[in-house]
């Protein structure tokens, strides 16, 4: 069965830092892409960063480059964001999720097959 387990969010203030962590099971980890996506109140799903360690291949959306870095501890089949900088429009609920195949690179939410319950980020002004 494959999981996915989210954990690190919180309250902090603009400025500060959070470091969220997925602990995934159930597959092969280092095939698949994780990614991070995160949904505030009355918006929309925007997919944050993902990443690939088997080819290296790493996404950042625009509004967090600079900002947040993705990586990966395979020893422990765990994925971090790692969130710099931190401003209140990135208060969301923050996701890890995973396609249901290592071929697939998400391109949207709609290619994530496998979800964590997520873990929710508040950040104040």
């Known amino acids: 069965e494959v999981q996915l387990v989210e954990s690190g969010g919180g309250l902090v203030q603009a400025g500060g830092s959070l470091r969220l962590s997925c602990a995934a099971s159930?597959?092969?980890?280092?095939?698949?892409?994780i990614g991070w996506l995160r949904q505030a109140p009355g918006k929309e799903r925007e997919g944050v960063s993902c990443?690939?360690?088997?080819?290296?291949?790493?996404y950042y959306a625009d509004s967090v480059k600079g900002r947040f870095t993705i990586s990966s501890d395979n020893a422990k089949n765990t994925v971090y964001l790692q969130m710099n900088s931190l401003k209140p429009e990135d208060t969301a609920d923050y996701y890890c999720?995973?396609?249901?195949?290592?071929?697939?690179?998400?391109?949207?939410?709609?290619?994530?097959?496998?979800w964590g319950q997520g873990t929710q980020v508040t950040v104040s002004s």
């Open positions: 159930g597959f092969t980890f280092d095939d698949y892409a």
């Open positions: 999720a995973a396609p249901n195949s290592g071929r697939y690179y998400p391109t949207t939410d709609a290619m994530y097959h496998y």
């Open positions: 990443m690939r360690s088997s080819d290296g291949r790493i």
